[in-house]
């Protein structure tokens, strides 16, 4: 069942041009991302849009939005910490090297169950133990996916690269 509007697209509007500086600023600075800190503005401005209860004023508006971006930034802050990510631009920078012979591109083509692994133990030097807490599968999980994940990258890189 999808959740009806408690509040006309106007007062979004207005919302968006009195404080979306200002929550975007703050977005900013807490994330470190123009990208996460537009995203968090919009989920902020949806839980606005469905918001049922009245404000008393203007600053107590203020607040309350202040207090939902400054939550979710919170939010996806914690969701970057349990769920390490590697930046594809890095990646390309190292693979732009001359010494790489094409194991990046080739690592990249990988099912993501391997690459993560693989990425984990060889770039990031994470523990067998480590990883298989980070991914949730068991020690012997992470070795066999190791195993084939090293089979499929051999494969892949000899059939282009060589």
Not at 67 to 89: E, G, Q, Y
Request: aromatic share 8%; glycine share 4%.
């Amino acid at each position: 069942m999808e959740k009806s509007l408690a509040r006309p697209a106007g007062d979004v509007e207005r919302v968006v041009h009195t404080y979306g500086n200002m929550l975007f600023r703050l977005c900013l600075i807490t994330l470190g991302n123009a990208s996460d800190a537009e995203d968090v503005i919009q989920e902020t401005m949806i839980t606005y849009l469905l918001k049922k209860s009245e404000f008393k004023d203007a600053e107590h508006e203020k607040a309350w939005l202040i207090t939902v971006a400054s939550n979710k930034c919170k939010d996806l802050l914690r969701f970057r910490a349990r769920h390490p990510m590697i930046d594809l631009d890095q990646i390309q920078e190292f693979a732009a090297g001359d010494s790489d012979s094409g194991i990046l591109e080739a690592l990249m083509t990988l099912p993501e169950k391997f690459r993560i692994v693989l990425i984990l133990y060889y770039v990031e030097e994470y523990r067998i133990e480590d990883i298989a807490k980070v991914i949730g599968k068991t020690t012997s999980a992470v070795k066999m996916r190791l195993q084939k994940g090293r089979k499929l990258l051999e494969k892949t890189y000899r059939k282009e690269y060589m």
